[in-house]
């Protein structure tokens, strides 16, 4: 193991690993010391890409949706333009995007190791995931939605925010916990370029030392950390629609 490897393991807070001669499972009883702290980690890249993704996609998608045929604020040209920028950020895997912006991602953060690091190409890759999303969810409202809410004289803002927005919150959050489920498992794969979090354990502890113990862990960590958010998810979802509301 080099020096880098082993300096960046104590500035996460891990451990050192040990010399190869000495690699055997990890002993249960050290697993919390591991685990814990690289969940806080994951959370921390997760909270930070999705409050960016949810900020800016949104903006996007509502932009998207009126600039369209029959939109609030129609724009071909624009339209068209921001749906290719859109296609070309959903359609690049994140490991290749990931690779590729690593120029921009040390020119913005300094570095290209760390949550700092990660939260970058984790962000470019969420927005137009999530535009799409919602995007689809304000589709989905009734024309007869926004047309009463023109009709009642409210303001471009107002039918956004009320009749589109609020009449899609449902679909939105089924959306949202979608992505947000995306974001986990991207951070997984971030974690090969040392930016800490559950998949840095998996890959440095668990893949590289043969550790059958540590990979168990994660993939369980993982696999609760994704139910969870499911859950919350649906939970969100059946709170904000009123026919599920009711029948609660």
Not at 75 to 85: D, Q
Not at 128 to 152: G, M, W, Y
Not at 169 to 179: E, Q
Request: proline share 5%.
């Amino acid at each position: 193991m080099g020096v880098a490897t082993t300096t960046h393991l104590i500035l996460a807070g891990l451990p050192a690993l040990r010399p190869a001669s000495a690699l055997s499972d990890t002993a249960l009883s050290d697993l919390p010391g591991l685990l814990i702290p690289a969940l806080g980690e994951t959370l921390t890249m997760v909270g930070i890409v999705m409050v960016l993704v949810v900020a800016v996609g949104t903006v996007i998608a509502v932009c998207l949706h009126n600039m369209a045929p029959g939109g609030l604020f129609e724009n071909a040209k624009i339209y068209n333009v921001l749906s290719w920028i859109v296609n070309v950020g959903r359609s690049l895997p994140f490991l290749v995007l990931m690779a590729a912006i690593v120029p921009f991602t040390r020119l913005i953060t300094g570095t290209n190791i760390g949550i700092a690091a990660a939260v970058v190409p984790m962000t470019i890759a969420g927005i137009p995931f999530f535009a799409r999303i919602v995007e689809n969810s304000l589709r989905d409202v009734p024309h007869s939605v926004t047309q009463a809410a023109k009709a009642s004289g409210g303001s471009t803002l107002q039918i956004i925010r009320t009749a589109q927005l609020g009449e899609a919150i449902p679909a939105i959050m089924g959306g949202l916990t979608i992505n947000t489920i995306a974001m986990i498992e991207y951070s997984a794969i971030a974690g090969t370029i040392g930016a800490g979090g559950i998949g840095y354990v998996a890959v440095t502890y668990g893949y590289q030392r043969f550790d059958n113990t540590v990979m168990l862990a994660t993939v369980i960590l993982l696999i609760f950390l994704v139910t969870t958010v499911q859950l919350i998810g649906d939970g969100l979802v059946k709170a904000t629609t009123p026919h599920l509301r009711r029948r609660a």
